[in-house]
């Protein structure tokens, strides 16, 4: 039993981690002048973005081409400008930490 706590504590700090990386990711490329956590900056928070995408089984590959090419419309008239400068993987990241908000 003591290895099964171990295995899920571990996992736990883990995704910590991931989280905070990802943040970090989101940050450093530029994401967080336009969107914050929490609340309504230029874009959507990214807790609205989770909430509107929760249960939709494509949304985490439909975000991370929208993240790349830029576009308008789902949020409002002011488009999103693209994001070509930063990494795929690194999009996936941050797209894949956003849908995890609650």
């Known amino acids: 039993m003591k290895h099964i706590f171990i295995a899920f504590a571990t996992v736990g700090v883990l995704a910590a981690g991931n989280a905070a990386a990802s943040e970090k990711l989101a940050q450093t490329s530029g994401c967080m002048t ?27 590959a439909n975000l991370v081409k929208k993240v790349k090419a830029g576009g308008s419309g789902t949020w409002g008239s002011i488009p999103m400008p693209p994001n070509a400068h930063v990494k795929e993987d690194d999009i996936k990241s941050i797209v894949h930490w956003i849908l995890t908000l609650k």
Do not use: L, M, Q
């Not at 336009?34 to 909430?51: N, Q």
């Open 34 to 60: 336009c969107h914050a956590i929490d609340r309504k900056v230029v874009g959507p928070s990214y807790k609205d973005v989770a909430a509107k995408y929760k249960g939709d089984k494509n949304a985490e």
